[in-house]
């Protein structure tokens, strides 16, 4: 498939193995938009004639659906169903002409096209600081293959090693009683929880399904990823957690130098 957006250069490996493809000419200094843009350019060079596709949310996964878009105008791309992840990624996706469907008429997706909030060597994510993990993680769980779209500035070196949110999907009933146990959960990585607030209004932020968003800052690292979410999902009044553990099955960096392929082994 013809691009017209491309990178500097492309370099592929496994999480184990490090294959540079080509090299690369002298880094050029570029803004954070437009290492996404790159990215994002790239994941949609998978995308097929026919298939059905997860459609991410924020701003990094903007673009992906404003490429699927473009070629389908194009004529380059044709038959395309897209599974939005967001009531958001829906309105932009109809704005760009891109057919919808849902989870129950396709239960499986071919492709899914999603950003993240952090990277660890493990291709394990953290995912929701844009408000919309449950229904990210539904469709990614659903999708053969989940290729994500960063700039370098989400590798991290453990989940929480941002000093960032790791977020937690939770029911409005009791949130403070929830964000309590969160914290006396994760107790010994000096666990934070703070229920996300909409800054427009000052009132909590209220997710695509009507739930409450409690917000865990971590200074140590939380351990065995697997165990740390099954206890999280065991909590009564959580809905889901944004740790997407062993799901992404390739991940690609944009960075100054160029962009890097990294596939699950």
């Known amino acids: ?17 490090d294959v540079t493809t080509s090299s690369s000419p002298s880094p050029v200094t570029m803004v954070q938009d437009e290492l996404k843009k790159i990215a994002a350019y790239k994941a949609v060079e998978f995308v097929e004639s026919g298939m059905v596709v997860g459609l991410g949310t924020g701003s990094t996964a903007k673009h992906a659906v404003d490429r699927i878009g473009e070629l389908i105008q194009q004529g380059i791309l044709t038959d395309i169903i897209g599974i939005p992840t967001s009531i958001k990624t829906q309105e932009q996706a109809l704005s760009v002409n891109i057919p919808l469907s849902d989870l129950e008429t396709h239960p499986v997706i071919d492709l899914a096209i999603d950003g993240a909030d ?15 993990l449950l229904r990210e993680k539904m469709i990614e769980f659903a999708s ?14 453990h989940i929480g090693g941002s000093g960032l949110a790791m ?3 939770v029911v409005p ?14 107790e010994e990585a000096d666990c934070v929880a703070k229920l996300r607030i909409c800054p427009k209004t000052g009132d909590p932020f209220v997710t695509d399904n009507s739930n409450y968003t409690i917000d865990l800052y971590f200074k140590k690292s ?7 979410g099954d206890a999280i999902l065991r909590l009564p009044g959580v809905v889901e957690h944004g740790m997407f553990v062993d799901m992404a099955t390739t991940v690609i960096i944009a960075g100054d130098g160029g962009v890097t392929v990294k596939n699950k082994s």
């Open 167 to 169: 977020p937690v999907e």
């Open 118 to 132: 952090e990277v660890d060597p493990d291709l394990n994510l953290v995912k929701g600081r844009g408000g919309s």
């Open 173 to 186: 009933f009791c949130w403070k009683f929830t964000a309590q146990r969160l914290e006396l959960l994760f």
């Open 144 to 157: 053969k293959r989940f290729v994500v779209i960063v700039d370098e500035s989400k590798l991290v070196d």
């Open 1 to 17: 498939m013809a691009t017209a957006y491309a990178p500097h250069f492309i370099r592929s490996e496994n999480v184990a193995a």
């Open 222 to 228: 939380i351990g065995d990823l697997k165990a740390a």
